[in-house]
């Protein structure tokens, strides 16, 4: 399931193309992905402007000057194409704007989602109501763990507390603060916290910048490729030398989640 710099990426790629614009035609080729699609889509977007395009969490926004904000979820496989040469089997919706440029939103598995809301509406509804702060754009508050015996990893991939945060990106972290994922949240001293909060934004930033990580299906929006996966120092690296001291990288499973980490670096 893309993560956070995945999305962000997606949305990104997108404002060049929808921003600002008038939206021609949009199109529904089915009603549901893993919910029904509005059944009004059509007809509440067609003719609207864009007016911002962002991220929350894991979830694409699209707003329009109707007062009506698209939320966006690529599930397991959705991926946007934009300005595609052809139709492909699995392109659900079709955003046509008024200079004739195209967003399409391809996803073979349906684990996606297309939900369409009023904006001011938009923090109630149930996939945005309870997320925590965003871990971009400032100072990452992990005061929440104290006193919280859940293993750390666990705290972090709670999204009431940190909103977006995947697996991926949480091991990654975790190594660069050389914090164990099993050590109890509550326990992790402040110190450490201190450089877990400032290592959490830095790797999604870097992640970003390499256009996301693709280990399936993940695509941005022209058809590339995300490259992180190739910066990855802990995650999916079971066995191999840890880039600081050479002890083989451990692999463990939390609650479903294989967790990646250094025996040695981390502690």
Not at 50 to 78: N, Q
């Amino acid at each position: 399931m893309p993560e956070l710099p995945e999305v962000e990426t997606v949305m990104r790629g997108l404002r060049p193309v929808l921003e600002g614009r008038r939206l021609a035609r949009v199109e529904a080729r089915r009603p549901d992905l893993r919910w029904p699609i509005p059944a009004d889509l059509r007809q509440r977007l067609t003719g609207a402007v864009v007016t911002g395009i962002r991220r929350r969490a894991k979830y694409g926004l699209i707003d329009t000057d109707r007062g009506d904000t698209m939320i966006l979820h690529l599930g397991m496989s959705g991926r946007m194409r934009v300005d595609p040469e052809t139709d492909e089997k699995h392109d659900h919706i079709v955003i046509e704007t008024d200079e004739g440029r195209r967003a399409v939103l391809n996803d073979a598995r349906r684990f996606g989602s297309v939900h369409l809301v009023p904006t001011d509406d938009l923090d109630s509804h149930f996939l945005i109501k309870g997320l925590g702060p965003e871990p971009l754009g400032a100072s990452v508050d992990l005061s929440g763990f104290k006193g919280r015996f859940a293993p750390v990893k666990a705290l972090l991939l709670d999204q009431r507390l940190i909103a977006g945060l995947g697996n991926i990106y949480v091991c990654e972290a975790l190594f660069d603060a050389g914090v164990a994922p099993t050590r109890e949240g509550g326990k992790v001293k402040r110190a450490e916290l201190a450089k877990l909060a400032a290592a959490i934004p830095e790797v999604l930033e870097r992640a970003i910048a390499a256009g996301g990580s693709t280990l399936r299906d993940y695509r941005q929006v022209a058809g590339e490729l995300g490259y992180f996966q190739h910066e990855f120092r802990v995650y999916g690296r079971e066995s191999e030398a840890c880039v600081r001291c050479a002890t083989p990288v451990a692999r463990i499973v939390q609650s479903g989640r294989s967790s990646f980490y250094c025996p040695s670096c981390q502690k």
